[in-house]
């Protein structure tokens, strides 16, 4: 049938669909039975949905194609003498399945055909089956694998979908056009692995591929869906190895996001070439529609919410190429539309299929269309031939397969094996996003092609690649992948940068000499800075003192050393004509003032600043000069105890030979210093300007840079320190041999203890004295040496001395002879003075320790005393917690026992006794019942006269034994009265009532002065009422006290009955006899009567004396 008549076909449909449907059913059945037709069984294998990319596979949007297809059958007449029955099944491409559904559909259901399946490695497994049965298989789809290209395997298999061999050879004619050599290929599958099996076919091709023989450098299939790390490891090692892209994707949506990824990763550049390889015949397309019915390129996101990147994906696509099937018609959208609706009609009548919002059909349901219109054609041919054995082999339909037809694709075009022959176009993008195809292939058969372009060869560059900046991209880049094989011209590509950088450059060079110039300035400021470190300004230096002195020396006052001395004695400092006494960074310094002004020198800089760097323990520190007013001054660190020479004057306690000789190792260190330093010698020492800090240190001070020594003027005094050969050299600022000469000086006057030249014994003035020096007579005049008192010295000091104050200069021993024989006369002594002071400091600490620890020992011994006699007074537990500090707090205690005891006849007794026999008596009784109470735990309250106030159960509670305490006291106390002989009052006898009661009481500290621990509460008043109506010799106890004793056991308890007693009313009492097993016959027995009546003339006496006790009565009822 010609395409003209396909078209009209097209056009009447949409306005007969309706009537369709109903005519050909109507008219299948007339004819069935007017006529006796055979019946055909069509079997198909469906993917039922297809959820990873709507539109692919899928049943809904496929199976609308079939009644057309039948239709198209009928209207040409191919098969008029058949019925046609259908019966399908799904499989999803799953292979088992559809394995599965062939052997049902031709061993149950009983089809002569079968359509499907729709995807590769499916279809091989129902090839096999049908095969088995010889059975023909259409198939359609996702089935272009070149395996079905051999009919010696596949004799029953017919494809209306060409096979991947074709398309295969178009790449590599793409490839060598363009002499592209490499190559990298990503192939992103699904589960029919459509991409996976066409790259197996591009290997296989391009193996076999003769000639030009491009190199696959990488392939890579990531996983389902792919992953972005995925596509960044493809991409890394396409950045390394190529420029070439091939792909396949079974998704658009993968195919997209690759683009995207691609233009993150920086491939939107000229180098790159992206080929993509389809067999849909969509090229750029997508199956999607918009709101014009015109399908949207698949490089767009057509979702709700877009991504916003349609112009990245767009950039992309720019540099691609697509290799695809001629592209569809697309301008009949309303014949898709009624074909979509056919589902729900006859053969299928799938009422539960959603069509809603569906206007295209799915990839690849016009080739199933075409597998069936092919089946039709061939079986016609056949028929006509073979008749029916054409039912029983499917290899007669194979025939007659040279073919051109229009179909459902476009023209269907078969080669002599019933294999399609397609026809590719390479399709590419201009600058506006239209779709142009720049090639053409036609085959004549699978490995046979044509090719046509539509522009010449020498226009490539200009239009193909016009996107790539009008250029070829090449295999692999000028300057390699990685752009390091070859050098650039640097200031042709960067010509605006290298201006930037020149400009740059020169404004850095400016600001470089101009800081090298601010650099070497300030370098220059930093050095005369430097060299004005010794300058100190006048306005530094804080005045101690506004009063004058013209005539004083640097120290007028010297402290003794047990003296204390503080930071601010300085404050207490004059002015003098030489001196004068400041406040530097609250350091006190004092300054010595020069007579004359010099002019400074760049090496006196130099040596002042040296001089600030000095910090040596014998060295007096420097801190400048100041010369702002008009005569200059040196400053320098102020020494409290004074001058050496000041000192020497002084009576000085404990000046030993120990401390003479520390003195004198000081000044020989100083000394060793300053020849040993940059100073050389010091040219001026006296003893004046040794000072002596308040450690008792010796410290050199007043040494000057040698240019400022010859302005000195040197008073006569300090002449007498001078050597001869400078005292004849008015111009000699000094030498080393002058100032071992110095130090022989000073030494004669440490050893004399300030007996400086013998000038008070001397005739001599000192400008004689000074002449005589100078002249050197034979022996020389020298100062004589008279040991001072109280000071053992080593001779060979004295021989040091006269060697050191030798006339001629070299034969005086160097300053290190000095030390080391100094060194020698004292090796087993302290090291300094500090070292004397603090052992001698040591031995007197020793001395008073031993006897603090003494007098320590008396203390405790006296603090024992006064604890045993305050535990005597008081509790041990209240003393401890009164010498503490703390406060007693009133306690209540809810069982003690309280006794009362009392001498019977006492006034009778006391009345026949002289005073100092009474108090005898009482103590000598008293001190055996205290005794007794020493043993039992049982605190002793108070004795009131002849009464005796005791308790048990406090402070310190003792459960229910407090009433066995009290019960032997009173026993014992009995005892003791029954044994008690009175010398004075031989035939009397002693005795005593006793009353006890057990109960609760408050016990407290009272008073501030004389504390005293008394008891309160009702128990304390019940107890003293026992006593006092109690009788002689016997124990009288209430009945809570005797309830105790019985729970206690070991005591003979008798009742004494019914007692009145005042303020209690009627009680019930006892009498306490002894311990259980001990004689009682000792116990007085008295007439009640008559100690009644004895009592009674006795109680207001008793209750007197009890107000005047420590215990105070509180019962209500003695009002």
């Known amino acids: 049938m010609q395409l003209k008549k396909f078209l009209e076909i097209e056009d009447s449909l949409s306005v007969r669909s309706c009537h369709f449907r109903f005519s050909f059913l109507f008219k299948n059945i007339m004819l069935s039975i007017v006529k006796s037709q055979k019946n055909i069984n069509l079997g198909f294998i469906f993917v039922k949905t297809d959820s990873e990319d709507g539109g692919v596979l899928g049943f809904t949007l496929a199976v609308g194609i079939v009644p057309v297809a039948i239709k198209r059958i009928m209207d040409e007449q191919l098969l008029p003498e058949y019925n046609f029955t259908f019966k399908y099944y799904f499989d999803n491409c799953i292979e088992a399945n559809s394995s599965g559904s062939t052997h049902k559909l031709i061993v149950h259901d009983k089809v002569d055909v079968i359509f499907g399946p729709s995807c590769s490695r499916s279809a091989i497994r129902s090839a096999n089956v049908a095969q088995f049965y010889q059975k023909p298989l259409f198939i359609w789809g996702q089935v272009g694998t070149t395996q079905f290209a051999n009919i010696n395997r596949f004799p029953n298999v017919y494809s209306a979908t060409p096979v991947f061999y074709s398309l295969a050879l178009t790449v590599l004619d793409i490839l060598k056009t363009f002499n592209w050599e490499k190559f990298v290929f990503l192939i992103v599958s699904r589960n029919s692995q459509r991409c996976s099996l066409m790259f197996d076919d591009f290997v296989n091709v391009s193996n076999a591929y003769e000639g030009f023989k491009p190199a696959m450098v990488s392939s890579f299939k990531p996983s389902t869906p792919p992953l972005d790390i995925e596509y960044d490891a493809f991409i890394n090692e ?125 990839k690849y349901s016009k080739y199933l269309g075409d597998s069936i219109y092919m089946w039709g054609i061939l079986l016609n041919k056949s028929l006509n031939k073979y008749s ?312 050199i001070s007043n040494f000057s840079p040698k240019n400022l020594s010859r302005y000195e003027d040197i008073s006569k005094e300090n002449l007498l320190w001078r050597a001869p050969e400078h005292l004849n050299d008015d111009f000699s600022i000094g030498s080393k041999e002058g100032d071992i000469y110095s130090f022989a000086i000073i030494l004669s006057e440490v050893i004399s203890k300030g007996n400086f030249w013998n000038l008070n014994q001397r005739e001599e ?60 006369f004292n090796k087993d002594g302290p090291k300094n003075l500090m070292d004397h002071v603090f052992k001698t400091l040591e031995e007197y600490a020793s001395t008073l320790q031993d006897e603090v620890n003494e007098r320590t020992k008396e203390v405790v011994e006296e603090q024992k005393k006064s604890d045993l006699l305050l535990k005597k007074m008081l509790p041990g537990e209240i003393v401890n917690k009164l010498k503490l500090g703390k406060v007693i707090e009133p306690e209540n205690f809810d069982q003690v026992t309280v006794f009362f005891a009392d001498i019977v006849k006492f006034t009778i007794l006391a009345s026949k006794c002289s005073p100092f026999q009474v108090v005898t008596l009482v103590n000598d009784l008293f001190v055996l019942f205290d005794n007794l109470i020493e043993t039992l735990d049982i605190y002793k309250v108070e004795t009131i006269g002849d009464g005796y106030l005791c308790v048990s159960g406090l402070p310190t509670r003792n459960g229910n034994m407090h009433a066995k305490e009290i019960a032997e006291l009173a026993i014992g106390f009995n005892k003791i009265c029954r044994n008690f002989f009175i010398p004075y009052l031989p035939n009397e006898k002693i005795m005593v009532r006793v009353g006890c009661n057990s109960g609760p009481c408050v016990a407290g500290v009272v008073g501030l002065s004389m504390p005293r621990y008394c008891l309160f509460g009702d128990t304390v008043n019940t107890a003293s009422r026992m006593e006092s109506n109690g009788k002689p010799g016997k124990i009288h106890i209430t009945e809570n006290c005797s309830k105790l004793l019985n729970t206690i056991g070991g005591y003979i308890i008798e009742p004494r009955g019914e007692v009145i007693i005042k303020g209690k009313g009627v009680m019930n009492t006892f009498w306490l006899i002894g311990r259980v097993g001990e004689s009682n016959n000792n116990l007085i027995n008295d007439n009640d009567n008559e100690v009644r009546h004895e009592k009674n003339l006795s109680n207001d006496k008793k209750n007197t004396e009890t107000k005047e006790g420590m215990y105070r009565e509180f019962n209500q009822n003695d009002n």
Not at 525 to 545: D, G, M
Not at 778 to 802: D, M, Q, Y
Not at 803 to 822: A, F, G, H, M, Y
């Open 388 to 699: 029916n054995d054409v039912f029983n082999d499917p290899t007669l339909l194979r025939k007659d397969c040279m073919m051109n037809r229009e179909s459902f694709t476009g023209k269907m075009h078969f080669d002599q094996n019933c294999i399609r022959l397609p026809l590719i176009q390479f399709t590419g993008l201009d600058s506006f996003g239209n779709q142009i195809p720049w090639f053409s292939y036609s085959f004549s058969s699978i490995n046979n092609f044509e090719r046509k372009n539509t522009v010449s060869s020498d226009q490539f560059d200009k239009t193909i690649f016009e996107n790539w900046n009008n250029s070829i991209p090449l295999t692999e880049p000028v300057c390699g992948y990685l752009h390091n094989h070859c050098p650039i011209n640097f200031f042709k590509v960067y010509l605006k940068e290298v201006i930037i950088v020149g400009v740059i450059m020169i404004i850095l060079l400016i600001l470089i000499i101009i800081g090298i110039i601010w650099y070497i300035c300030k370098i220059r400021a930093q050095k005369e800075e430097e060299l004005l470190k010794w300058k100190i300004p006048l306005s530094k230096l804080i005045k101690t003192s506004e009063k004058k002195d013209d005539t004083g020396s640097i120290h007028s006052s010297i402290s003794k050393m047990t003296s204390n001395t503080n930071k601010y004695s300085i404050h207490e400092k004059i002015d003098t004509e030489n001196y004068s006494f400041y406040l530097y960074y609250d350091e006190s310094v004092v300054g010595r003032k020069y007579k004359v002004i010099f002019n400074l020198i760049k090496n006196d800089y130099i040596e002042l600043n040296e001089m600030l760097s000095i910090d040596h323990q014998n060295i007096n520190k420097f801190f400048g000069m100041c010369a702002d007013e008009c005569l200059p001054m040196s400053i320098w660190r102020y020494c409290k105890r004074g001058s050496l020479h000041e000192i020497l004057q002084t009576e000085i306690p404990n000046f030993d030979s120990y401390f003479m000789m520390s003195l004198i190792k000081d000044i020989c260190n100083g000394l060793l210093y300053i020849h040993s330093s940059f100073i050389n010698f010091h040219g001026t020492l006296t003893s004046k300007i040794c000072l002596v800090s308040d450690r008792w240190q010796v410290k």
């Open 238 to 362: 396409t950045i390394k190895r190529a420029r070439i892209i091939l792909t396949c994707f079974d998704s658009r949506i993968w195919k997209r996001n690759f683009l995207l990824k691609m233009f993150d990763r920086g491939l939107n550049s000229p180098e790159y070439v992206h080929i993509n390889m389809e067999y849909a015949g969509r090229a750029f397309d997508s199956s999607r529609l918009d709101s014009n019915d015109k399908p949207i390129p698949f490089y767009i996101d057509s979702n709700e919410i877009n991504d916003g990147r349609d112009n990245d994906a767009f950039e992309m696509a720019k540099r691609m190429f697509i290799l695809d099937t001629v592209r569809y018609n697309y301008d009949n959208l309303s014949f898709d539309r009624e074909i979509i609706k056919n589902v729900k009609d006859w053969p299928f009548y799938c009422n539960e299929c959603n069509i809603t919002n569906k206007s295209s059909l799915n």
């Open 765 to 824: 003035g000192i400008d004689e004295l000074i002449y005589l020096v100078k002249r050197g007579d034979s022996p020389p005049i020298r100062p004589e040496i008279v040991v001072a008192p109280n000071i053992e010295v080593n001779p060979s000091l004295i021989t040091l001395t006269k060697d050191c104050w030798n006339d001629s200069s070299k034969n005086r021993p160097t300053i290190k002879q000095v030390e080391s024989v100094l060194k020698a």
